[in-house]
């Protein structure tokens, strides 16, 4: 009878080394260099930094350019990121945002004795994200709902500082008016986003609600696109146009605090 040989555990299989899809490395690799850039820079100097061949490097461009993750000015040929890309940021990134500044924000609420929100861009709109009250005050929640872009602060200072390019499909349907304070004609509001690009923050007098109004800036990142909106606003007793332009310096600060703690 043969002695018995020594079980042994069989030989585990050697880790497969990770295999991306180049294609989409590739994309990728363009993508992050788009935004990551200084400026915007052509396929060819995109090509030229990704070390990806002219010809590949154009064909995946137009591809992600399709999909709206770039978009590509038609008089300079440079690319520059797109509107998908900052949904899906700003889908990943709201409740991040929110927990860093919500300290901001709160402040602002006690400072004021006014509600405080915080907006994101949502497709064709924004949409309120987090919300500080004023203490000791019962205040209506606006949490997840849409806001009308020329009827509100907000929307108005979001229109202010979107290039005209991309301003200009989400004004194309015309403008509603919501009370008789509404701004209608569009001449009118481009007059608006002027002002406010030149005062550094918007106002909203009755025009979405006749019994609220309110200031808004914007948190800028460094191109000088908008990341969040923050917004104090009240009912017409306590926030009245008198003291807008005060409130508006106040959210001017507040939306510089909030540009910093995001850097």
Same mark, same amino acid.
């Given at each position: 009878m043969g002695t018995a040989r020594p079980h042994t555990a069989p030989?585990? =299989?050697? %880790? +497969? #080394? /990770? =295999?991306?899809?180049?294609?989409v490395e590739r994309a990728l690799a363009l993508l992050k260099a788009v935004a990551a850039g200084p400026e915007p820079a052509t396929a060819a100097e995109l090509a030229l930094r990704c070390r990806i061949n002219r010809s590949t490097a154009w064909r995946l461009l137009s591809t992600l350019e399709a999909g709206g993750l770039v978009e590509r000015d038609p008089l300079t040929q440079r690319y520059g990121v797109g509107y998908a890309a900052f949904q899906v940021a700003s %889908? =990943? &990134?709201d409740d991040?945002? =929110?927990r860093r500044v919500r300290p901001i924000i709160e402040r602002a609420a006690e400072r004021t004795g006014e509600i405080v929100t915080l907006a994101a861009a949502r497709r064709f709109s924004l949409v309120y994200v987090d919300q500080a009250? #004023?203490?000791r005050t019962l205040s209506p929640s606006w949490m997840g709902r849409p806001i #009308?872009?020329?009827a509100t602060s907000s929307g108005k200072v979001f229109l202010a500082w979107l290039?005209?390019? &991309? +301003? &200009?499909?989400?004004?194309?349907?015309?403008? &509603? *008016?919501f009370t008789d304070r509404t701004i209608t004609d569009r001449a009118e509001l481009e007059r608006e986003l %002027?002002?406010? +690009? +030149?005062? *550094? /923050?918007g106002t909203c007098f009755g025009e979405f609600e006749d019994f609220s109004n309110g200031v808004s800036a914007a948190a800028?990142?460094?191109r000088g696109r908008p990341v969040v909106i923050v917004n104090i606003w009240g009912p017409t007793q306590r926030v009245t146009k008198s003291r807008l332009p005060s409130l508006g310096r106040t959210v001017l600060g507040v939306a510089h605090e909030i540009t910093a703690a995001l850097t």
């Open positions: 030989a585990a =299989a050697p %880790a +497969r #080394p /990770y =295999a991306g899809v180049q294609s %889908a =990943a &990134e991040a945002i =929110a009250d #004023p203490p #009308p872009l020329h290039p005209d390019a &991309e +301003r &200009e499909p989400l004004l194309a349907g015309g403008l &509603e *008016g %002027a002002e406010i +690009r +030149r005062l *550094g /923050y800028l990142d460094r």
